[in-house]
């Protein structure tokens, strides 16, 4: 599914109006209408009555307040005791917004204009009642910080019980970045319209939105396929159509080899773990090479891959070179980097593997530290051969010479112009992980949870990219695959774990079950 800034969902709308003809305000009234569905599942689980519920309205002066009236009005029809709180003066609405004031102010609903201190006592009486309170304050209108007498509401409703809807996005979430000012409406459900915006998956967007519904609200679907928006959202449906299928007569030999070069004394583990990762990723032939001080650890550790010593006692040194090139010849991807340590003799090493390499090779953790300041070096690689590369915050932030709050405050535009510049894939990982492509197109990944932030998870994800690779996937492909499933199988642990507790090793072992839940769920 594609997401938008702004501008692309003013123009999609645009159009639908202009081309098609369809009235705003039937926009306005779809829109009203998947809100009012969503209710309904928060609140007494699709079926049975909403009569008698109370819901509270938090009403802006723009089309998303226009909206927020919609709903308004239209749970007033189902029995539910509304009360609307205008943060306008009714004069202020205009158009579809007024119009849909004027049908509101026709039904048995409460209308209250709050201009200060004076309503505060009926507001706060009203949101503490309430079993639902619909945020339809500000939406992808809203620049800057949400006005202060508006911010202390947001307060009250942030401290309230009842379930918190947000009207296309949460108000104090801007559109485009994400980025909340001083505060934002903290959503149980976000109800977006044609399609999600930016900001949902950017900044602290995530944290405030809440589980994300998506609604067409009847824009014609050419609209929201149009090939010039290129940044997506990857779901089920979207991963479902890039798993391979494994021929019936497949064997090791066609299910792919790779290479995985990792480990240093003291992060064995990395090596093991990024191997686990591909292995229960499907990989059919896994070789590690690893210092020969180590090799006998890691060897022992995962018996399913053959495992090289290479020149290092502890780590991986300039000499390293004549082992992986000759393992390298016959694979089908390469993976450098899980727990490598920084080994100057090394550098040279990787500089030779991304000149000369043809294979797709995924670059991680060391080895991205090894080329921090020199990030020229990865453009040796341009039209040598595919390339990803799967940096942390940290890491993205030493390779492009900039402080982790840089990188934060820009990561779709640092992901994709520094995927064009390297010609590589970066999957810029983070609590939404980007998958930006030197092409341009560019995909967040919404699995996942704060319990992957542990040791070891980022060298599971390296491992079954690799392993991807291996099975022939294309390099976007494989980064999309690796990060998403990597994610579920987080989901699915957490299902029993919560957010904390679980191990990188349950991640990888988690991996086949997710990825057979997506095989058999129906398209
Ligand atoms: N995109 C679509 O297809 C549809 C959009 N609709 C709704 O329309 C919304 C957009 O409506 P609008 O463009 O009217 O925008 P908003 O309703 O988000 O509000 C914009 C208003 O707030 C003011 N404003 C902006 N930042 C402010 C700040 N920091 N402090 C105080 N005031 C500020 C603006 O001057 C403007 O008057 C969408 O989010 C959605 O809810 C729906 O009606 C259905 C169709
Ligand atoms: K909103």
């Not at 829109?31 to 209710?39: G, L, M």
């Not at 201009?115 to 945020?135: N, P």
């Not at 104090?172 to 109800?191: F, L, P, S, W």
């Not at 991807?333 to 995924?362: D, K, M, W, Y």
Request: glycine content about 12%.
């Amino acid at each position: 599914m594609r997401v938008v800034n702004t501008e692309q969902m003013r123009q999609i709308e645009e159009r639908a109006i202009q081309q098609y003809g369809i009235p705003s305000m039937l926009l306005m009234e779809n829109a009203a209408w998947a809100v009012v569905e969503e209710i309904r599942r928060c609140l007494v689980q699709n079926e049975g009555d909403l009569a008698g519920l109370k819901a509270v309205i938090l009403v802006g002066k723009g089309n998303n307040g226009g909206d927020g009236l919609a709903v308004a009005r239209h749970l007033v029809l189902q029995g539910m005791d509304v009360t609307v709180l205008l943060f306008a003066g009714t004069e202020q609405l205009k158009g579809d917004a007024a119009l849909n004031l004027r049908l509101f102010q026709g039904t048995t609903g409460k209308l209250f204009v709050i201009e200060g201190e004076k309503q505060r006592l009926v507001a706060r009486f009203a949101l503490a009642q309430a079993d639902v309170i619909v945020d339809a304050l500000y939406g992808i209108g809203l620049r800057g910080a949400l006005p202060s007498l508006i911010e202390e509401y947001v307060n009250e409703v942030n401290n309230a019980s009842a379930c918190v809807v947000s009207v296309d996005i949460p108000s104090g979430v801007e559109a485009n970045t994400g980025k909340v000012y001083r505060t934002a409406i903290r959503a149980q459900i976000t109800v977006t319209f044609g399609l999600p915006k930016w900001g949902l998956f950017l900044g602290e967007g995530p944290i405030y939105c809440g589980r994300v519904a998506v609604d067409p609200i009847s824009i014609p679907e050419a609209f929201l396929e149009d090939e010039s928006i290129s940044t997506y959202v990857l779901t089920d449906d979207t991963i479902r159509e890039i798993l391979p299928i494994r021929h019936f007569k497949g064997h090791k030999g066609t299910h792919g080899k790779g290479i995985l070069v990792a480990g240093s004394k003291g992060m064995s583990g990395a090596a093991v773990l990024a191997g686990r990762g591909a292995l229960r990723s499907g990989i059919g032939l896994l070789q590690i090479v690893t210092p020969q001080g180590i090799a006998k650890d890691v060897d022992a550790s995962i018996t399913e891959a053959t495992v090289w010593p290479a020149p290092g006692e502890d780590s991986l040194n300039e000499e390293s070179w004549e082992v992986i090139a000759r393992q390298a010849e016959k694979a089908q991807a390469l993976a450098i980097g899980p727990g490598l340590a920084q080994n100057p003799g090394f550098g040279l090493v990787l500089e030779e593997i991304l000149r000369t390499i043809s294979c797709p090779v995924v670059l991680d953790a060391d080895a991205l530290n090894l080329l921090a300041g020199e990030s020229s070096l990865i453009e040796a690689r341009n039209g040598r051969g595919p390339l990803i590369l799967t940096p942390h915050p940290g890491e993205m932030a030493r390779l492009c010479q900039c402080t982790v709050a840089d990188v934060e405050s820009n990561r779709l535009d640092l992901a994709l112009t520094k995927a064009a510049e390297w010609e590589a894939v970066v999957v810029l990982k983070g609590s939404v992980t980007i998958v930006a492509s030197p092409d341009g197109r560019a995909f967040f990944n919404p699995s996942g949870n704060p319990g992957l932030g542990t040791g070891g998870t980022g060298d599971v994800l390296t491992g079954s990219i690799l392993a991807w690779l291996a099975q022939g996937v294309s390099p976007l492909e494989a980064a999309c695959l690796g990060a998403y499933l990597h994610g579920k199988a987080a989901d699915d642990l957490a299902e029993e774990y919560g957010w904390s507790g679980f191990l990188a090793s349950e991640v990888a072992d988690r991996l086949p079950k997710v990825r057979r839940s997506l095989e058999l769920k129906l398209g």
